[in-house]
């Protein structure tokens, strides 16, 4: 499969460039683990349905945002989105996982390649469903690392 062919239903797990994106992904992972990622948290007051109340930032050892972790809710459902970015400040995936009161819990992957969405998944992890966004609004997404 090369890495310019369409990404489908059937290919996108073994896809050459999610496999890049995975890849870059398990590199920041392990960096968290090893804390060679520093970790800075800010609180805010709620100010409403879904704006932050929480805001992490993860930078390496050059001070470089590598994920920005955004959290927020309202009072029947929370949300956790977390972005990526590779050492020269591009977005490279999306992770957000949420629940709601009524049980539903989600994970939502957006994978990204030059600025571009090149794949995308929700994936009802548990409970009935929510109303939470498919596709994931564009306006919601930090395509730039945000640096406080």
């Known amino acids: 499969m090369g890495y310019g062919q369409k990404i489908t239903e059937h290919n996108w797990y073994t896809h050459p460039q999610i496999l890049h994106i995975r890849q870059q992904y398990r590199e920041i992972q392990q960096h968290l683990a090893s804390g060679q990622i520093s970790k800075e948290i800010r609180t805010f007051e709620h100010g409403g349905p879904y704006q932050d ?24 459902s929370a949300l956790e989105r977390y972005f990526y970015y590779d050492d020269k400040g591009e977005l490279f995936f999306v ?6 009161v009524n049980g539903t819990s989600i994970e939502h992957r957006i994978y990204v390649k030059e600025g571009k969405r090149i794949w ?14 498919d596709p994931w ?10 640096t406080q």
């Open 53 to 76: 109340t929480e805001k992490t930032w993860f930078r390496d050892h050059e001070g470089r945002i590598r994920v920005y972790k955004k959290f927020g809710g309202s009072e029947d």
């Open 95 to 100: 992770f957000i996982n949420g629940g709601s």
């Open 120 to 133: 995308e998944m929700k994936q009802i992890i548990e409970g009935p469903g929510w109303g939470f966004p």
């Open 137 to 146: 609004p564009e306006a919601d997404i930090e395509w730039q690392p945000v």
